[in-house]
């Protein structure tokens, strides 16, 4: 089993930053992929930023050049700062992880729990 545990999320101003951070603990596989998602009320949970462990990125097209995703591999853990907030970015951020045992192995998701972030205007 995998547990994810997120913190940094708050209240800040727009154009303010903050900068969450995500644990994982249990079985952890050496190659995997982390990211965050967002999901805000009504809406669907939607990707904001993925990191393989090899530290290849993707990024939603809303905060390209405002949100930076890294990893520390050794701690098991992902980061994602987040510049230029805007309102719209108001949401609760879930941390995800997928990793598979092995290349025959169908891959597992796994969901933090999730911390909010509100951005004022």
Same mark, same amino acid.
């Given at each position: 089993?995998?547990? &994810?545990?997120?913190?940094?999320?708050?209240?800040?101003?727009?154009g303010?930053?903050?900068?969450?951070?995500?644990?994982?603990?249990?079985t952890? !596989?050496? &190659?995997?992929?982390?990211?965050?998602?967002?999901?805000?009320?009504?809406?669907q949970?939607?990707?904001?930023?993925?990191?393989?462990?090899?530290?290849?990125t993707?990024?939603?097209?809303?905060?390209?050049g405002? !949100?930076?995703?890294?990893?520390?591999?050794?701690?098991?853990?992902? !980061?994602l700062?987040?510049?230029?907030?805007?309102?719209?970015?108001?949401?609760?951020?879930?941390?995800?992880?997928?990793?598979?045992?092995?290349?025959?192995?169908?891959?597992?998701?796994?969901?933090?729990?999730?911390?909010?972030v509100?951005?004022?205007?």
């Open positions: 089993q995998v547990q &994810l545990v997120e913190s940094g999320g708050g209240l800040v101003q727009a303010g930053s903050l900068r969450l951070s995500c644990a994982a603990s249990g952890i !596989f050496r &190659l995997n992929i982390m990211g965050w998602y967002h999901q805000a009320p009504g809406e949970r939607k990707m904001v930023a993925t990191i393989t462990s090899g530290g290849s993707n990024y939603a097209d809303s905060v390209k405002r !949100f930076t995703i890294s990893r520390d591999n050794a701690k098991n853990t992902v !980061f700062q987040m510049n230029s907030l805007k309102p719209e970015d108001t949401a609760v951020y879930y941390c995800w992880l997928a990793q598979a045992a092995d290349p025959n192995s169908d891959a597992r998701g796994y969901w933090g729990r999730g911390t909010l509100t951005v004022s205007s």
